[in-house]
């Protein structure tokens, strides 16, 4: 299941969402090699808390 932190706090259209974006960032402008993780640390970290 994908989540993010505090995720049970969480709307599941805010999850999908976030999904969603990190997705579309991947197919427009692909991370370098290794930087999928920072991408998803980086947009976790700047979740608009609900």
Not at 13 to 21: G, I, N, Q
Request: hydrophobic share 45%.
């Amino acid at each position: 299941a994908v989540s993010a932190p505090r995720a049970a706090d969480s709307v599941p259209a805010d999850v999908c969402e976030l999904v969603f974006r990190l997705a579309l960032s991947c197919v427009t402008a692909p991370p370098g090699e290794g930087g999928t993780a920072a991408l998803v640390r980086g947009a976790l970290r700047h979740r608009r808390p609900v």
